[in-house]
């Protein structure tokens, strides 16, 4: 049944006739993938991965496909977009904010292809001839300064020019003596092995009441750092513009906002220096692209937020070329088994700590089913109240 208007002369990409989702089993978390199909033979993917209910988003898109994009232009991008938001009574959230991602990347894919161009062409063009990437997840096992230090110099002997870790032991709200102190011990054993010419960014995964975001700040001051991560939840926004004036070094965040619309009390508030959306959770293209207009009238940067697969680098990095203020961007995908990269056939490579400019039409990638059907999920996850998560070990 089709639920839009069909009155209009469709585009070059034709109309929308299925929307279908995979998961992708990996030794960290299942990745999730929707493709769109459309009466002219095309298709179009996007990544809806969910660190924890990647069924139930599959799920939810799929559903929310049929509700809102059959016998959809997938050109008539803003239309679509608040029919899935508004009609669908989003009002935001994880799994809405994914679905609708996605479902927005395969969008602009399925433009790309129909028009011979690569996506970026479509959402602002380049601003720049590469996009600047850091290193994630290179860290894990016994938190031993010698053993983060070798770790991170054996990162930028790949190339990479900026990396980011979590330092803090188990904690929530406080650190105990003993944590603090070798967290602290670990930032300094980095700093000097990367030496002062490389990027040092600290997570903070959002979870330190004020007094004890408040002493990090002052601690982390001699290592020279790039931003300070959602150091404090979310529930105690009003009070990140108070830390930001006691660090002498950025803050960052935004991760857990999945709209313009959930942004509005931390760009109100001037939460941060440096806001980080996420292409397959805060809207895709169509609404980071507001994001960073927004952020740009604040005179903050954008750093996006990228734990998720290839499929989303290579999005980022689309949407990346044509941000003004776009400062670097993150990648986990040195981590990841080969099989990932096989199941998603023309993700984009990081050389020197850099990707460059794609060239093929839409994102440029492929889902190879046969790859898909050899990794079923896994489900796994880390789970942060669990004992020993913070050595991060993927077995």
Not at 4 to 9: A, E, I, K, S
Not at 43 to 50: A, F, K, L, M, R
Not at 56 to 78: K, M, N
Not at 87 to 100: E, H, P, Q, S, T
């Amino acid at each position: 049944m089709l639920t839009v208007d069909t009155t209009r002369p469709a585009g070059p990409a034709g109309r929308i006739t299925r929307v279908e989702t995979l998961m992708l089993g990996t030794a960290w978390r299942d990745f999730g993938y929707v493709r769109v199909h459309t009466d002219e033979g095309l298709s179009g993917v996007g990544e809806i991965t969910h660190p924890y209910r990647g069924a139930e988003v599959c799920a939810l898109t799929e559903s929310l496909g049929r509700r809102h994009l059959i016998g959809a232009d997938p050109f008539d991008i803003e239309e679509l977009w608040l029919r899935v938001y508004q009609g669908d009574f989003l009002r935001g959230g994880d799994m809405g904010g994914i679905a609708l991602s996605g479902l927005d990347q395969a969008m602009y894919d399925l433009m790309g292809k129909a028009l011979g161009v690569p996506a970026y062409r479509l959402t602002g063009g380049a601003c720049r001839d590469k996009v600047r990437v850091y290193a994630n997840g290179w860290y894990n096992g016994e938190r031993d300064p010698e053993v983060f230090a070798a770790k991170a110099r054996a990162t930028v002997e790949k190339g990479f020019t900026a990396l980011k870790f979590d330092p803090f032991g188990p904690g929530l709200h406080e650190l105990e003596r003993a944590e603090l102190r070798r967290s602290l011990d670990l930032v300094a054993a980095v700093r000097e092995a990367i030496g002062p010419g490389t990027d040092l960014f600290i997570e903070g995964h959002a979870r330190f009441a004020m007094p004890t975001a408040s002493r990090l700040v002052r601690e982390l001051e001699p290592f020279d750092i790039g931003w300070f991560e959602e150091p404090m939840p979310w529930t105690h926004i009003e009070r990140y513009a108070e830390l930001r004036q006691r660090a002498a070094f950025p803050l960052s965040g935004g991760e857990h906002f999945h709209n313009r619309y959930e942004y509005k009390q931390l760009f109100a508030t001037h939460a941060v220096d440096i806001v980080q959306p996420d292409l397959s959770m805060a809207g895709g293209f169509t609404e980071v692209r507001k994001i960073a207009a927004i952020a740009d009238s604040h005179g903050m940067l954008v750093a996006p937020h990228n734990s998720n697969s290839p499929l989303c680098t290579t999005v980022s990095v689309h949407a990346g070329l044509g941000i003004p203020n776009l400062k670097i961007l993150e990648t986990f995908d040195g981590l990841l088994e080969d099989h990932v990269f096989q199941a998603l056939k023309g993700t984009l490579p990081i050389e020197d700590g850099h990707i460059g400019l794609p060239t093929a039409p839409g994102i440029g990638v492929e889902l190879v089913d046969e790859v898909f059907a050899e990794h079923p999920p896994t489900h796994r996850f880390w789970n942060m109240f669990e004992d020993g998560w913070e050595k991060r070990n993927r077995t």
